[in-house]
């Protein structure tokens, strides 16, 4: 996809592998730049506008833009783009595989055996909670969110949601029903964040909510880490007044292992892979890389933000 850029661009690129670009250096690559490929780890804020001033578009490689600004961008007429549907069913597929190997211990069953732990059989060992049958409520009802419940249909869930917005079609096509917040915090065995992060769900997953959870809830998020008090939530996990958390975001994101989260083994924490099989992120970037090329051709992008 890069290769296709660099065949009518010029191509300056970060070794992202190692470590996020630092400001300064965006700051100063980005003075000739007409065009930023981004990811979450660039904060794209007005200081990056301000000095680009031939920018005309950021192509983020994400559906979430929580890292643009994007006021600001509209303000400097840059245009923003996203990565939507491309990643839908992938990022199910990971939320779905975390809600089991949070429910069932999978991550500590696997080191137990690997620990040479294993020396008798019994009826507890390991034992986790059932999946099937369970409540299930989905917070944020897009279509990453819809993706999960079609998903736990299939395992006979009885599935809630609360979204802004009612989806009439998701509740015949899925059967799913929608409860206000509140409700489904205290009915769910299972809470899947599934929100984008906004000023309006930027700690939403408070001590207040957990302390309305069931104590035996288990909470999965897969959206943003902003969206939770992590401090709340590791009180919460020690308290009892939820069972276990399956974590694949976090607030400040690469977290180290002496994050206070990390000692608890009712968590299951991933380094934000929702999207990362290599079909999905070959699209997400095939994707952003149509939009620069559209855009710096003159044509509409495929995927704006607005
Ligand atoms: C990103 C994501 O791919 O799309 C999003 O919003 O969080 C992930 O799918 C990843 O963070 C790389 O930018």
Not at 49 to 68: P, R, T
């Amino acid at each position: 996809a890069i290769a296709k850029l660099r065949d009518s661009f010029e191509v300056d690129m970060w070794p992202y592998e190692d470590q996020p670009i630092p400001k300064g250096e965006l700051l100063n690559r980005v003075e000739s730049a007409d065009a930023i490929l981004s990811m979450l780890t660039e904060t794209i804020d007005e200081e990056v506008f301000l000095k680009g001033k031939q920018l005309k578009v950021v192509a983020n490689m994400a559906v979430g833009f929580d890292n643009i600004d994007v006021e600001a961008a509209k303000k400097h007429n840059v245009i923003v783009t996203n990565t939507p549907e491309v990643l839908n069913e992938t990022t199910a597929d990971l939320t779905f595989a975390l809600l089991l190997a949070t429910a069932r211990r999978i991550p500590e069953a696997v080191d137990f055996v690997k620990e040479n732990k294993w020396s008798t059989w019994s009826p507890f060992l390991m034992a986790g909670s059932d999946v099937h049958h369970k409540t299930l409520g989905i917070v944020g009802m897009g279509n990453i969110g819809q993706a999960v419940a079609k998903r736990a249909t299939g395992f006979n869930m009885n599935i809630l949601y609360h979204n802004r917005s009612r989806k009439r079609e998701a509740e015949q096509e899925l059967g799913v029903q929608y409860a206000e917040f509140d409700d489904l915090i205290k009915q769910s065995d299972f809470v899947v964040c599934m929100t984008p992060l906004t000023d309006e769900t930027k700690n939403m997953f408070n001590d207040d909510v957990f302390k309305k959870m069931k104590d035996a809830a288990i909470f999965i998020n897969s959206s943003r880490g902003g969206v939770v008090v992590e401090e709340d939530l590791y009180q919460a996990l020690i308290n009892g007044d939820i069972k276990a958390a399956g974590l694949d975001v976090f607030k400040d994101e690469p977290i180290s292992s002496d994050h206070p989260l990390l000692e608890l083994s009712q968590v299951v924490a991933l380094p934000h892979i929702g999207s990362a099989s290599v079909d999905t992120r070959m699209k997400m970037i095939e994707l952003a890389v149509d939009n620069i090329s559209r855009v710096l051709n003159g044509e509409e992008p495929v995927t704006p933000v607005y």
